[in-house]
């Protein structure tokens, strides 16, 4: 089958693709200026076209295998990537696989795939659409920012010849846009900040839109627990856990002693979670300058984590990351931008995997707690979500295999 020539246009939501619940609206008093991801187009990624998927501050991708829920999540995170100034290769490790299975290539031989997203703050809602081609050789072929009505920047392969790309951005000076060539392995969005001075209306809108998209790309944090090497004692390092959980130990030795109020709400939490009475979680030091993680029963010897099952790991572990936030967590997250106008999105594919329905009720619970605050988000992928239609804070994106 022939596909349109790949382009950075804006796709139109395909609503047959996704049912969510109504969400209310805000006054004007109550508008959030954190910088956030709020949508994620696919309108040519993969197994999807022409989707748009609303995320709220929890999301819930749900549908059977080979519906496109990792699909989904592996595009956010892609995004993500680019978002914080990675190349094209390091963001799409397998490209020809983001190609829709049925994209025959044009007379060039080329093929490629088409995402995008939207990014709520203080500058309102900011679009990014970017095209790729996936072969005969990997490049960004087209990009678009717009804010308002107004396209900010927008890039076009001029000369496959070269590995740059024509860029054009808002100026609203004494000429409405400047020119100039950009990279074809970078999101062109993340290089403003380096190429636009500042000096018009225009230009200062181009940098503020720039900054919100950047900023709520780069605050996301992927994470899939690994049960089997979290039951390990781990050598002491940064105390920053990585996204399979691996050094939960590590983490525990530094968060119990820093922050005792989300430890207390960590072990009220494992309560309800885990078998047995809980009255503490404890990171033991041992001989050979490793630390490991114990369970304190209160009553006698101590549980290390080898004992537990793998439901309660995982349970323990994505507990852990909505409760401790970016500065616990391994991710290059914008510094320089103050906290109050940020938010953390965990991503957590199989957020029900290895849960019981209790397990998985209290983790949502305490997502969707996180989530009322603000400053975290969660975009989850679940088999069967219908244990979660309904309850408030949730957002349920049901696909189609």
Request: with cysteine.
């Amino acid at each position: 089958m022939a596909v349109s020539p790949v382009s950075a246009e804006p796709p139109a939501a395909d609503v047959s693709a996704a049912s969510v619940p109504a969400q209310s609206r805000k006054s004007p008093e109550s508008v959030d200026v954190r910088a956030r991801i709020t949508e994620l187009r696919l309108s040519a990624f993969a197994g999807h076209r022409r989707a748009g998927f609303p995320l709220g501050p929890v999301t819930l991708f749900a549908g059977r295998s080979g519906a496109g829920k990792t699909t989904a999540l592996a595009a956010y995170e892609a995004l993500a990537r680019l978002g914080g100034g990675a190349p094209l290769f390091e963001a799409f490790e397998d490209p020809l696989a983001c190609v829709p299975q049925r994209a025959r290539p044009d007379a060039g031989g080329r093929r490629g795939f088409r995402i995008g997203c939207t990014a709520d703050g203080a500058e309102g809602p900011v679009r990014l659409d970017i095209a790729v081609q996936a072969e005969p050789d990997l490049r960004i072929v087209g990009e678009r920012l717009t804010a308002g009505g107004v396209v900010l920047l927008e890039t076009a392969l001029r000369d496959p010849g070269r590995r740059t790309v024509q860029a054009a951005w808002h100026t609203a000076g004494s000429a409405p846009v400047t020119r100039a060539p950009l990279p074809d392995d970078r999101l062109g969005t993340a290089l403003l900040p380096l190429r636009v001075a500042g000096k018009t209306d225009g230009q200062r809108q181009v940098l503020a839109a720039a900054e919100q998209m950047v900023v709520a790309l780069r605050s996301v944090f992927p994470c899939d627990p690994r049960p089997e090497r979290m039951r390990t004692p781990v050598p002491t390092g940064s105390g920053r856990l990585l996204p399979g959980c691996d050094n939960l130990a590590d983490v525990l030795w530094r968060t119990r002693a820093e922050c005792g109020r989300r430890h207390a709400l960590l072990v009220e939490a494992l309560r309800a979670g885990c078998a047995g009475q809980v009255t503490d979680l404890v990171a033991e030091p041992l001989p050979d300058g490793t630390v490991r993680a114990v369970l304190d029963r209160g009553d006698g010897p101590r549980t290390g984590l080898a004992r537990l099952g793998d439901g309660e790991l995982r349970y323990l572990a994505l507990t852990l990351v909505l409760l401790t936030g970016p500065g616990v967590l391994d991710l290059d997250a914008p510094g320089e931008v103050p906290d109050a106008l940020r938010t953390l999105t965990v991503l957590a594919d199989g957020f029900e995997r290895c849960l019981d329905p209790s397990q998985r009720r209290e983790l949502l619970g305490t997502a969707v707690r996180m989530g009322e605050r603000g400053h975290i988000r969660c975009v989850g992928a679940v088999s069967d979500a219908s244990w979660a239609v309904g309850i408030e804070g949730v957002t349920v994106v049901h696909l189609d295999a």
